[in-house]
């Protein structure tokens, strides 16, 4: 065995006994209530849900001062996020959760606990080996701070809030990102879910926890708009009036997926992205919620004026109508292959004027020409049963063809 294998062996035990110890430490202490006057309270709950790019970060300012900042976003956002909490004036965080070891939701946190004078920190139980994580736990053990760990049925102590997190909810995953810490947080007759990366497998397991109902008004959407996330089951169990996407703009995930888009609008919930709008805020009075943003608008007139009009498998043609009296810009409007989850972006520029058509073609034989865009020279289309969808540059569903 060579003296750099011996060497990462090493440091990987020094590195897992710490994970063990941090924890050990958090769950053996019982830390003391933060004391807190009445004078100064604001009576209002502020959701900043942080603009980091393909990433999540989401600071809560609550009625009693103290705040709570869920993620830091990547590595590379740790200054944005730094000068952000001191613009909202935040001198101390006083509940710090970290919902999973992803880099883009934890690479910001170890400048974060660096900068910030710190109350607790909350972590789900997982052992990640990576620079980053390894840099958020020393970062905690620089400061002589506990981990928590966060699971399902741990509480927040946070006077005139209830905070309690309904997942993790076993104490192991194939998948790290249903490892993610979910946070109910309810204050008077207001409530919000924050959600991490959870996707089905723990969305299935909080249905069937009795901490408390899922049921809420504001729900951070899971895995930056990932179909792997959002099932028609707990959707329809968080029922929100609104929902928030954190998620970078043209990311190379596809994210939002289509799916959740169209579950979103089938449920008639209003949401946010972070992507088209940048910061969205929220804010709490206990009775209602009022954002800082309009929400994205749900298939506008002139939209549901086009319609995809045919689909020849074979042939590999897709045809668009526009049936209104004035023209559309077709500008990074996509059409998919739901079969194949396979997506065509329609290229800057094209308007479809009232009316026209315009073909999509595909295959071999595809060739661009006049009123005709070529997706790919490759076969797109399973010729035993396809069907497609249109939505628009704000991934609304526009059009479905079966």
Not at 32 to 54: C, K, M, T, W, Y
Not at 297 to 302: A, F, L, S, V, Y
Not at 360 to 383: M, Y
Request: with cysteine.
């Amino acid at each position: 065995m060579s003296n750099n294998t011996l060497a990462k062996k090493s440091i990987l035990f020094i590195f897992t006994c710490f994970f063990i110890l941090a924890f050990i430490s958090g769950c053996s202490s019982n830390p003391a209530p933060i004391e807190n006057g009445e004078e100064g309270l604001s009576r209002e709950l502020e959701v900043h849900f942080i603009d980091v790019g393909q990433g999540d970060s989401t600071l809560i300012k609550l009625p009693n001062k103290e705040s709570i900042l869920i993620d830091a976003g990547k590595n590379a956002d740790s200054e944005l996020v730094v000068n952000y909490l001191k613009k909202e004036g935040i001198k101390k965080i006083d509940y710090v959760i970290g919902t999973h070891p992803h880099e883009d939701h934890i690479g910001g946190l170890d400048v974060v606990i660096e900068s910030f004078e710190i109350g607790r920190v909350y972590l789900p139980r997982v052992v990640h080996t990576t620079k980053t994580y390894e840099d958020v736990l020393l970062a905690i053990k620089n400061k002589n701070l506990k981990v928590i760990e966060a699971k399902g049925g741990v509480t927040l102590d946070i006077p005139e809030v209830n905070a309690i997190f309904v997942a993790p909810n076993s104490s192991e995953y194939k998948d790290i990102n249903n490892y993610s810490a979910v946070l109910k947080l309810t204050y008077q007759d207001t409530s919000f879910i924050f959600t991490g990366d959870a996707e089905e497998l723990s969305e299935n397991e909080m249905l069937l926890q009795s901490y408390t109902n899922l049921d809420t008004d504001v729900l951070k959407v899971a895995h930056h708009g990932s179909s792997t996330s959002t099932s028609e089951a707990f959707l329809e169990a968080v029922s929100p009036k609104y929902a928030v996407i954190s998620l970078g703009e043209n990311n190379t995930y596809g994210h939002p997926h289509f799916e959740t888009i169209d579950k979103l609008n089938r449920h008639q919930i209003k949401y946010f992205r972070t992507d088209l709008q940048g910061d969205i805020i929220a804010t709490s009075d206990g009775t209602k919620i009022s954002f800082n943003q309009q929400p994205i608008t749900i298939q506008n007139d002139t939209n549901n004026l086009v319609e995809i009009q045919s689909i020849d498998l074979k042939a590999e043609v897709v045809i668009l109508v526009n049936k209104g009296s004035s023209s559309v810009d077709l500008t990074d409007w996509k059409l998919v292959s739901l079969n194949g989850d396979q997506v065509f972006n329609i290229p800057v520029g094209t308007i479809l004027k009232p009316g026209k058509t315009i073909k999509i073609v595909s295959g071999s034989k595809g060739q661009e020409g006049p009123d005709t865009l070529l997706w790919t020279n490759n076969n797109i289309w399973n010729n035993d049963g396809d069907p497609g969808a249109l939505y628009d540059n704000q991934g609304n569903l526009v059009s479905e063809f079966k």
